[in-house]
């Protein structure tokens, strides 16, 4: 592996989530287009959004007390911002530019950054009420999560389809996005499917953009037939721990509702539906989120073992204590001690011939993805022929998968009016 920071993007991305960086007040990010430090609904993001060279998309945490011992800095100097690593100049950081759609309003009179908020370059939407565990008489909350500190504050409680469709048009339009993707927590009745359906039929229908959903694991399983069917191209189960006894003390909520089991299951069922349509652009992909840095290392990287086994991708987070949270006071883990869990994350997905990496414009700031994580294994030169085909697949999915999201521009007027408005 490159270890000299300036070199490796990879490394440099891992090393900021661990360590964060300081704000030097030569910076004023918002005067100079950047994103503002919304704590976005993931429950794990609060930090800076920026682009680190090699085009890797990050939030830098910079809010939270350990970022004040991180030897990072981030200077305004001469028009751009600068990373500095103990007074050294790393690298000039782009900023991820704040969409103009966030000042404007749905027709219903809503802020559109209060309906959905960019990650990376996909749009995120949360369109239900609070998690439940965060609702109960004795809330029994995932103790790493923000969600029930942040409603009310940075997202609008309701929001209807016509909303977000709305905001997604004009975030295709104007962001260039291709993904949505939608999330909820936990509701009695596990209702979240419901929920979520109409959105989903909307956005699919209407726009033709790549859609993901991320919620528990729902009991019927066929339902997951219906969502393929429907259209979902990525089904996305947050177990978060691989370690039983640790997923008990982290997900006290999700443990006495579903239990781990049920969040495997889950995965499993929904990787054995296979890689979906990709001729016609409707790809099928399953999710196994983790958050690294909440558990042994080792475990993590069973964990990545077994979602890959399964056929399914791992998304792995890197653990940060929000302020507010259960866990504010916990440390973050260790680059050195992260370093093997995301070069098995790349490695076991290239031995198995994952499609990672295949989205057109899918760049995510709140995780290392596993394509990213190229320049954290010990053999970045392996697997050339699988390498050769997933550049050859990104390539051919791309242009036919604009192709079909300028006809529905064109099929649909909304896409004009909104044109014609700006
Ligand atoms: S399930 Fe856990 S992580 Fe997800 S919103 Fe609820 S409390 Fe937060």
């Given at each position: 592996m490159e270890h000299d920071l300036r070199k490796n993007p990879a490394l440099l991305k891992l090393d900021l989530y661990c360590r964060g960086a300081q704000l030097d007040e030569s910076c004023l990010i918002e005067d100079a287009g950047g994103r503002p430090l919304l704590r976005t609904r993931a429950g794990l993001g609060s930090g800076l959004e920026a682009i680190l060279p090699g085009g890797l998309y990050t939030n830098i945490p910079v809010a939270e007390p350990f970022t004040q011992q991180s030897p990072y800095r981030v200077h305004h100097e001469e028009g751009a911002f600068v990373l500095r690593l103990d007074g050294d100049r790393i690298c000039e950081l782009q900023l991820s530019p704040r969409p103009q759609w966030y000042d404007a309003e749905t027709s219903s009179g809503k802020q559109m950054s209060r309906v959905g908020t960019l990650q990376g370059t996909y749009l995120g939407i949360y369109p239900g009420k609070v998690c439940e565990y965060w609702t109960r008489e004795v809330k029994d909350n995932c103790k790493f999560c923000s969600v029930g500190l942040n409603l009310g504050h940075d997202d609008a409680d309701d929001k209807n389809v016509d909303e977000v469709l709305e905001v997604v048009r004009a975030a295709r339009l104007q962001?260039?996005?291709?993904y949505v993707d939608f999330n909820t927590g936990h509701y009695e009745g596990e209702t979240y499917l419901d929920l979520l359906e109409p959105y989903v039929r909307a956005v699919k229908e209407q726009t033709g953009l790549l859609v993901g959903v991320q919620t528990p694991p729902h009991a019927d399983l066929k339902r997951y037939d219906e969502l393929k069917k429907m259209g979902v191209n990525r089904v996305s189960f947050c177990f978060?721990?691989?370690d039983q006894e640790r997923f008990v003390e982290v997900c006290p909520g999700k443990h006495t509702q579903y239990g781990l089991d049920r969040y495997l299951e889950a995965i499993e069922y929904c990787a054995s539906l296979g890689s979906g349509d990709i001729a016609n652009f409707e790809p099928w992909v399953t999710n196994g989120e983790i958050i690294a840095g909440l558990e042994d290392p080792q475990s993590s990287i069973r964990a990545i073992d077994w979602i890959t086994e399964k056929g399914a991708i791992p998304t792995v987070c890197i653990f940060r204590p929000l302020i507010?949270?259960?866990?504010?006071e916990v440390a973050v883990p260790s680059t050195e001690e992260m370093v093997p869990v995301f070069a098995r994350l790349y490695d076991d997905c290239m031995r198995r011939g994952l499609p990672i990496g295949v989205a057109p414009n899918v760049h995510v700031s709140l995780v290392m993805l596993p394509e990213e994580c190229v320049g954290l294994s010990e053999k970045p030169h392996a697997h050339k022929l699988n390498r050769v085909k997933l550049a050859g697949l990104k390539k051919v999915f791309a242009a036919g998968f604009l192709r079909r999201l300028r006809a529905k521009e064109q099929k649909f007027p909304e896409y004009a009016r909104l044109r014609d408005a700006s």
């Open positions: 962001s260039g996005i291709t978060e721990i691989f507010g949270t259960d866990y504010e």
